[in-house]
């Protein structure tokens, strides 16, 4: 563990969030919707756009720029900005980035944000336009392979011979997500359903089914970072960034990972908790990535919450439930919120540690987890623990 | 009854770049090779200029039996890319070849595959000097 990375705990603070609407057609371009989120996260912060001093995102070809969104908002001079590449395994090193910049001194206030029309226009992995620029998708295009659901199928298939993993146990999972979208107002999906639904879902991927899938989305959302000492002054109450951590690992790649079953968060999550001086029993309310339903069921092993191949049991449990020991993904997550690429998670661990979330709050939550892709499309993940201040 | 399966999409060509290009010039030949490493004879695909292990670039193609056992599959219910005839089957074959190393490729048989089954590669000439290593049943040449 550098030592530096053990003075940046609690150093920095999420002051701000802000939302357009989730919906399958937003009719505006990712520029416009990148406008309205970060205007809503600066007033939902008491700031404004005079106020900002850096911008980041992640994108995959797909969004607008911070080059482009600063002058669109009148932004003098930014003196710090991140452009990062990437999906959803950079979505929170993209804020950990910005919390390292906060923290260093080099801008008072970044605003991160990320704008996608997922649904209208840039399909992840869709068809009717070029192929990534990767080198390993010669190896798998050629066979009719590379949309996330295949890969992550690939994956759930391999975890369920290991493990004995069900489909189950994966449809647990997505029916207590949508039973948490039910109570929360900004959600796509509102309809209850239940494990016989799951499973007359139709086939996308065997072993995955529709409702294995997260929800292609048009939206955006951002987030307003400060000093932990400047967000004592703000208008709402400071959740403070306790650990910020990326890093490497295997991924997906043609002979990249000798265990499919275990994802780069398993060698992450150690760093994590040793910058913030917390482990998995001291977290209270856990977002984790869902772009399918075996995200979530991997992280909960290798993020420590359970034993290796114990995922599935204990989703069916009832462990991730609102009133379980572990609530997950509280607003519904990708798979019945909406899907921003992994923003709208660290927003709602924001809202759980601000005591605002409403009809889904997690009583007396104090402590929140929230995550990135874990590692196996790109070679990358992050995540975050963040703390009531 | 044993389940019929279609076809991936048919017109997807993969792009070479400069580490590839060889190895899909040979695998055009019927020919499936992995790096060896002339310093420490680590094998490695896909191919790279450096050793993973040792880090050094001298390295020479060792032509291998395409060999292995089969670690996951998936039976694609959308057609996913144009041209393809559901459902088909996608396999990660875990290499005998190259310890921890993991391969997509297609599926050459006419039921699902099974959990640590073995299997062997099968060329597919596609034509326009490009071939693809689709995966089968070990023995499935050998029965009677």
């Known amino acids: 563990m550098a030592k530096r990375l053990l003075e940046f705990r609690d150093r920095t603070a999420v002051v701000g969030v802000g939302y357009t609407p989730f919906t399958k057609d937003s009719g505006v371009s990712t520029l416009t919707l990148a406008c309205r989120a970060i205007l809503a996260a600066l007033d939902d912060a008491g700031l404004g756009p005079g106020d900002v001093e850096g911008l980041a995102t992640h994108r995959v070809g797909d969004s607008?720029?911070?080059?482009l969104v600063g002058p669109a908002l009148g932004l003098a001079d930014p003196s710090w900005y991140l452009d990062q590449f990437g999906g959803g395994s950079v979505s929170h090193a993209v804020v950990a980035q910005a919390a390292l910049a906060v923290a260093?001194?080099?801008?008072?206030?970044?605003?991160?944000?990320?704008?996608?029309?997922?649904?209208?226009?840039?399909?992840?992995?869709?068809?009717?336009?070029?192929?990534?620029?990767?080198?390993?998708?010669?190896?798998?295009?050629?066979?009719?392979?590379?949309?996330?659901?295949?890969?992550?199928?690939?994956?759930?298939?391999?975890?369920?011979?290991?493990?004995?993993?069900?489909?189950?146990?994966?449809?647990?999972?997505?029916?207590?997500?949508?039973?948490?979208?039910?109570?929360?107002?900004?959600?796509?999906?509102r309809t209850p359903i239940t494990l016989d639904d799951y499973l007359a879902s139709r086939w996308i991927a065997e072993p995955f089914r529709l409702l294995d899938c997260c929800l292609e989305t048009d939206g955006a959302c951002a987030l307003v970072i400060t000093t932990a000492d400047r967000a004592r002054s703000l208008r709402r109450a400071p959740v403070l960034i306790s650990g910020a951590a990326w890093g490497g690992g295997d991924s997906h790649l043609s002979g990249g990972r000798a265990d499919p079953t275990t994802t780069a968060a398993a060698a992450l999550a150690p760093r994590l908790y040793a910058q913030a001086g917390l482990g998995p029993a001291d977290i209270d309310v856990a977002q984790l990535y869902d772009c399918f339903t075996y995200s979530v069921i991997v992280q909960l092993e290798d993020y420590g919450f359970c034993a290796k191949g114990e995922g599935g049991p204990y989703v069916a449990s009832g462990a991730t439930a609102l009133d379980g020991a572990l609530p997950v993904?509280?607003?519904?997550?990708?798979?019945s919120e909406g899907y921003v690429h992994g923003v709208n998670h660290i927003a709602e661990a924001v809202s759980q540690l601000r005591g605002d979330a409403g009809d889904r709050q997690v009583a007396g939550a104090e402590v929140a987890l929230s995550t990135a892709q874990p590692g196996y499309i790109l070679p990358a993940t992050s995540a975050l623990l963040l703390r009531k201040g | 009854m044993p389940e019929r399966y279609g076809r991936p999409p048919q017109g997807v060509r993969p792009t070479p770049d400069r580490d590839s290009k060889d190895w899909w010039a040979r695998l055009a030949g019927h020919e499936f090779a992995v790096q060896r490493c002339d310093t420490c004879h680590t094998a490695r695909f896909p191919p790279r200029a450096f050793c993973p292990v040792c880090r050094t670039e001298d390295w020479r193609w060792a032509a291998v039996e395409p060999a292995g056992t089969v670690e996951s599959w998936i039976v694609n219910r959308r057609p996913f890319m144009p041209g393809a005839s559901e459902?088909?089957?996608?396999?990660?074959?875990?290499?005998?070849?190259?310890?921890?190393?993991?391969?997509?490729?297609?599926?050459?048989?006419?039921?699902?595959?099974?959990?640590?089954?073995?299997?062997?590669?099968?060329?597919?000439?596609?034509?326009?000097?490009?071939?693809?290593?689709?995966?089968?049943p070990t023995e499935w040449h050998a029965s009677p």
């Open chain 1, 64 to 67: 607008a720029a911070p080059s």
């Open chain 1, 104 to 189: 260093a001194g080099v801008a008072e206030t970044v605003v991160c944000y990320r704008a996608i029309n997922a649904r209208s226009e840039f399909r992840m992995g869709g068809t009717g336009r070029g192929l990534p620029v990767s080198p390993e998708v010669q190896y798998q295009a050629p066979y009719g392979y590379f949309a996330p659901p295949q890969q992550y199928a690939m994956y759930a298939r391999a975890h369920m011979q290991k493990y004995g993993t069900k489909a189950e146990h994966f449809g647990q999972l997505a029916v207590t997500q949508r039973a948490n979208a039910v109570k929360n107002p900004r959600a796509l999906m």
């Open chain 1, 329 to 335: 993904n509280t607003h519904g997550g990708f798979l």
């Open chain 2, 87 to 136: 459902p088909y089957i996608v396999v990660l074959v875990r290499l005998a070849a190259v310890p921890g190393c993991l391969i997509h490729g297609g599926w050459d048989g006419d039921r699902e595959p099974e959990y640590g089954q073995a299997v062997e590669g099968v060329y597919a000439d596609m034509g326009d000097d490009l071939a693809l290593l689709n995966w089968r």
